[in-house]
């Protein structure tokens, strides 16, 4: 009747039929996104394109992984003998484990789950791991090639080869196909970001001569 067709669409309809142009935006980033991830996801499994290179992917997963960074890391602090040493790694450990909470809650907040295409056989998990963003591999890896750069005297080769070893690991999270491209790029843009809260929270004997006393 005339009276139904002069009915106005309910407000939700409305959205559905009308998309904003930011709505689109972000869903054709979406979709690219996805499609590009499954794309470069070549080692993803031993019947993937690059299979065959999936274990010397997974030794680099290793490389970029908390556990041996946050043991290595206090090993080297009980091990030290010289304070300057003590306080630079007494700071990697309070970066590695202030990337670890943050990661932590990001993930649990948005929740966003792993390629389908990714196989769960990762070198020890926690429970938000089930969610792919960001990719804590890659927020760690930009935080230490930072904290490395800025805080070892190396010779440029080795700066140039921690600088790659980063970017690796980035790329390495998508070949294997543990995360989308855009979990790595927002985890290296966070690391990079994270390490300049590290910067201006660094702890030192007259900042914090509690945690110095342990040691």
């Known amino acids: 009747s005339g009276s139904s067709a002069a009915a106005p669409l309910p407000e939700e309809d ?8 930011l709505g689109i935006a972000l869903s054709s980033l979406l979709a690219i996104d996805l499609w590009a991830s499954k794309r470069l996801g070549v080692c993803a499994g031993e019947g993937s394109a690059w299979g065959s290179a999936r ?16 043991l290595g890391t206090f090993y080297g602090l ?3 003998d010289s304070s300057a040493a003590r306080e630079v790694l007494l700071n ?23 390629p389908t295409h990714n196989k769960m056989d990762m070198f020890v998990t926690i429970s938000v791991d089930k969610y792919s963003f960001p990719s804590g591999h890659a ?8 904290f ?42 966070l690391g990079y970001a994270l390490y300049s809260v590290v910067e201006y929270c660094w702890l030192s004997p007259l900042s ?7 040691w």
């Open 14 to 21: 409305c959205m559905k039929l009308n998309p904003s142009f």
């Open 55 to 70: 274990p010397l992917m997974k030794v680099i997963e290793v490389s970029g992984h908390g556990i041996p960074w946050l």
């Open 78 to 80: 009980c091990q030290s």
């Open 92 to 114: 990697l450990l309070f970066a590695l484990l202030l990337d670890l909470v943050l990661v932590a809650v990001v993930k649990g907040i948005v929740k966003r789950r792993r």
């Open 139 to 146: 927020t760690r890896a930009a935080l230490v090639c930072r």
């Open 148 to 189: 490395v750069l800025h805080h070892l005297v190396l010779a440029v080769p080795l700066r140039v080869l921690v600088v790659l070893w980063a970017l690796i690991v980035g790329v390495s999270r998508v070949m294997l196909g543990r995360h989308n491209v855009t979990d790595v790029v927002f985890g290296l843009l």
């Open 208 to 214: 914090a001569p509690a945690l110095f006393a342990l």
